[in-house]
């Protein structure tokens, strides 16, 4: 199955030479460019993440690029004749990108489990903090999803649970209508 990673296109959305990188550095100056002129993404970070309107400035430089890459990428599955294919949007309510699937899969952890991991990845109880206040609640999103894979224990559990949805997901009669799953059962 084809999947899309929306972090990756926002990536590639901010690469050197790039509108997006050009309207960052624009934006927020050239404090934000690393030794090799690539945004410092770490120090553009705790920028936006201690400030809720510069991380909307720096959203609406992203996201609409994203949005685009997406739809390019799924045009492209469909001229495939692809008949499923899968992206994951960490952002996905926060960005608006919630409308026009068939499913939507929450993979959810507890807020200890998710400062745990955003910990190991180097980042202080302050920035963790930040950065979960500025996403919805685990519990929002899980309670909007269509399925849910509980994300707090071994990577074994989470890959079974992920498993098991898919092939619900691709068995199930499913008739599009307002993004959502609806069976016909």
Known sequence: M????TDELAHAAVAPGREAFRDIVRVFGDAMLDAEGRIDRPRLARRVFADASERAALNAIVHPRVREALAVWLRERARAGRRACAAIIPLLYEAGFDEGWDAVVCVAASEATQRARLSA???TPEEA???L???????EKAARADY???NDGSEGLAEAQALRVLSNILERPICRGKGRVHTTE
């Open 2 to 5: 084809a999947v899309c990673e």
């Open 121 to 123: 990845r180097g980042l």
């Open 129 to 131: 903090r930040g950065r």
């Open 133 to 139: 206040e500025a996403q919805l609640p685990v519990w």
């Open 148 to 150: 849910v894979i509980v």
